[in-house]
């Protein structure tokens, strides 16, 4: 692997010295600006080696840096050659830093601007001054030397029936095409892939993970659009599925489609879409009304129809998990230390037990002991995965794709007898859950007013967590879904009724232990005796959370009764599901906890 890394960076310097350039920047996005890319996207890794979700590369005539973020520090060492690219922090020391330090005044620098957000790319010009430029080039030498690329995948759309998304694409488009009359915007470009398919109602399997289609599109403040995707991959009936007013247009025309806005005012959300459109657009003479995506809000906030789907799959996707948790302690009673990747298959099994489960909703995070600190740990990507160890903790973050909801939980297990330290800090964890699970707040907070709850109890004692504490989820779409999000840095969304996050709150011990307790939650109202009903939230993850890790002695009456309450519901609304040994573990997992 790493001669043929060598020969494709010598490639791309004759590609530069062929075209009088000094420079490529190859980030690790493609032109949709997602988390998750497809395999004929991941350039990459293809140039470099390197298989983590963030990260960037340069190569110039004699010199090559690979940029990763704090997670992949390790991982970029093992899979990328030091004799040929220097490493690199993407925070610290991001790639345009890296170039005004390393190249020479009046450079080229090559760049698809397809790959790169129109905000980067306005930054990215200030920052540089005028020292060198950033030249677009109109095809991406990777896509030119690449020969073996996987073929992309393009599944045939999915409609999706109001008994799932309980409102109409008409009804959908009508509403965004009401904020753009208010905007007074004539028009607004769609890149973001779970977007278009909330907006029109469908799924698709382009992309694993995520269900949604490779595909753009272009809303029109009357409501029509422009929907620019191969027209084979649509369904009989799709037309009477999204009501009148939507063109189906072949992806190659997506130039021209933007072109014909001259004179408009195109709503763009330059964070979320990349800079190519935004160049087609101003080159074509339309004028761009900078603003977030239109469907972001509308989407974050679920239905009645769609909550209802969140919590039914919560009930089925909690009975594979607790099928799970009964098998791996029934493992390690066994004597049976399976490695992390066996632990992951498992899991995968018992959700497919579901003939509904359609995908994961993102790449399971299996983590045994020592491992279980690095909160963004991937056993595939290691040379051997690591087997389960007495006396400590394992870690699973997973998550599912159903057709009426998506599903993220993260649960810690004791295996064995974990010591007094690993409890204390389970439990304050514990502790920050319950207290984010139980806040009360009124119409117009925000997700960083409420992070202090999560945090509380491990501050007191000299803890934190380097993460957010929640995320936004889609309803079978994204599993992290904005704008909405619980963290210390500052967000401007307030929370609203039908939003649905993460509450998952940790604690990482380098080289020892890791814990997260991460259930999902959906904002509600509450009804108060006072002046005005409040917030709150209603949690929609349905498994039990390990007794054998918390020290009841810190628990107050409150907390120690909500995890007994929420106990109680798990049993409830998992047991009809359950039978035999499966059944006796749910028994005692939910048993009441008493000091």
Known sequence: ??????????QIRQWLADN????????????????????????????????????????????????????????????????????????????VQWALENLAAGSKVAIDARLHSAAWLNNATTAIDGEFALVSVAENPIDQLWLDRPAPVLSDAQLMGLEFVGQSSTDKRQQIA??????????????QLDSIAWLLNIRGDDVHCLPVLLSAAIIHNDASVDFYIDHHRLPAGFAAHVGDGVNICEPEQLAAGLASLAGKRVLFDSANSNAWAAQQLKNSGAQLIEAANPTLLPKATKNVTEMAGMKACHIRDGVAISKFLAWVDAQVAAGNLLDEAELSDQLWQFRQLDPTCRDVSFDTISAAAGNAAMCHYNHIDQPQPSKLQMDTVYLVDSGGQYPDGTTDITRTIAIGTPGDEVKQAFTLVLKGHIALASARFPKGTTGSQLDALARQHLWAHGFDYDHGTGHGVGHFLSVHEGPQRI??????????????????????????????IENLEAVVEVATQGDMSVMGFESLT????????????????????????????????????LTGADLAWLTQATATLNR
């Open 178 to 191: 009401a904020l753009l009359t208010t905007q007074k915007a004539n028009a607004a470009f769609l890149s």
């Open 20 to 95: 009088q350039l000094d420079a490529l920047l190859i980030p690790h996005e493609d032109e949709f600006l997602g988390e998750y890319i497809p395999d004929h996207n991941e350039r990459l890794h293809w140039l470099t080696g390197f298989t983590g979700s963030a990260g960037a590369a340069i190569i110039t005539r004699d010199d090559a840096a690979v940029f990763v973020d704090g997670r992949y520090v390790v991982q970029v060492r093992k899979q990328v050659p030091a004799d040929v690219f220097q490493y690199c922090h993407l925070i610290e020391q991001p790639p």
């Open 542 to 577: 349905r498994a039990p959370i390990d007794k054998r890790l918390i020290d009841a002695s810190l628990l107050t009456d409150v907390e120690l009764a909500w995890l007994n309450n929420y106990h109680r519901t798990v049993f409830d609304v998992i047991s009809p599901a």
């Open 1 to 10: 692997m790493q001669a043929a890394i060598s020969q494709r960076v010598e």
């Open 487 to 516: 963290a210390k840095g500052y967000n401007p969304t307030a929370l609203l009724p039908g939003m649905v996050l993460s509450n998952e709150p940790g604690y990482y011990r380098a080289d020892a232990f890791g814990i997260r």
